[in-house]
């Protein structure tokens, strides 16, 4: 379950990594991540659910779907300043127009995980409670906790991605051309 749990977290970090055409501010969605597992445990110790097979199904494919509300987030921010905006400003804007979409989308799955959390069905010799909540203990957990500790991080990296972007400026300077006079006979002179 451990290395299921790191494929489908470096999947994820490698689409992202191609979707933002960034190696650093995936980091900031992959966080999402963790805080969906502190949702899990929670929920489990609450509803003094072990941590069985469909428990740990339900983590696996929870890393697919917490990091959606981060993406949505980052994304946004990330067109905003490709818009000319300003960093904070973006975040400011991007949190407001997404916050309401993020909930919608969150408590619709919630709500719909519910009948599968207060289950006594089993499936294959399993009950399928711990897998609805599982799923519904990290969503509700990594999203309302995404909508800050995110966008901490997104400004904590970004400005780690463009203080490397000024180090690699200054440790390889480009070489340019010698500039030769401006007006002809202006060397003459």
Same mark, same amino acid.
């Given at each position: 379950?451990?290395?299921?749990?790191?494929?489908?977290?470096?999947?994820?970090?490698?689409?992202?990594?191609?979707?933002?055409?960034?190696?650093?501010?995936?980091?900031?969605?992959?966080?999402?991540?963790?805080? #969906?597992?502190?949702?899990?445990?929670?929920?489990?110790? +609450?509803?003094?659910?072990?941590?069985?097979?469909? #428990?740990?199904?339900?983590? $696996? $494919?929870?890393?697919?779907? $917490?990091?959606?509300?981060?993406?949505?987030? *980052?994304?946004?921010?990330?067109?905003?300043?490709?818009?000319?905006?300003?960093?904070?400003?973006?975040?400011?804007?991007?949190?407001?127009?997404?916050?309401?979409?993020?909930?919608?989308? !969150?408590?619709?799955?919630?709500?719909?995980?519910?009948?599968?959390?207060?289950?006594? #069905?089993?499936?294959?010799?399993?009950?399928?409670?711990?897998?609805?909540?599982?799923?519904?203990?990290?969503?509700?957990?990594?999203?309302?906790? !995404?909508?800050? *500790? $995110? +966008?901490?991080?997104?400004?904590?990296?970004?400005?780690?991605?463009?203080?490397?972007?000024?180090?690699?400026?200054?440790?390889?300077?480009?070489?340019?051309?010698?500039?030769?006079?401006? *007006?002809?006979? #202006?060397?003459?002179?």
């Amino acid at each position: 379950m451990g290395f299921a749990i790191l494929m489908a977290t470096t999947f994820v970090f490698l689409l992202m990594g191609v979707l933002f055409e960034s190696i650093i501010l995936p980091f900031s969605v992959i966080l999402s991540i963790p805080l #969906a597992f502190f949702g899990v445990y929670w929920t489990l110790f +609450l509803t003094e659910t072990p941590m069985g097979d469909m #428990a740990n199904m339900g983590t $696996v $494919v929870l890393i697919g779907v $917490v990091v959606n509300n981060a993406i949505v987030l *980052v994304d946004m921010i990330n067109r905003l300043r490709e818009g000319g905006m300003d960093r904070m400003e973006a975040i400011l804007e991007a949190g407001h127009n997404r916050y309401r979409p993020i909930l919608m989308t !969150t408590f619709t799955t919630v709500f719909g995980l519910i009948p599968m959390a207060v289950s006594v #069905a089993n499936m294959m010799g399993s009950p399928i409670a711990p897998l609805g909540r599982t799923m519904m203990g990290g969503l509700i957990s990594s999203t309302f906790l !995404t909508l800050l *500790v $995110v +966008l901490i991080f997104y400004t904590l990296l970004d400005d780690f991605r463009l203080a490397l972007r000024r180090l690699a400026r200054a440790a390889l300077p480009l070489s340019q051309p010698e500039r030769g006079p401006l *007006v002809e006979g #202006a060397d003459d002179e």
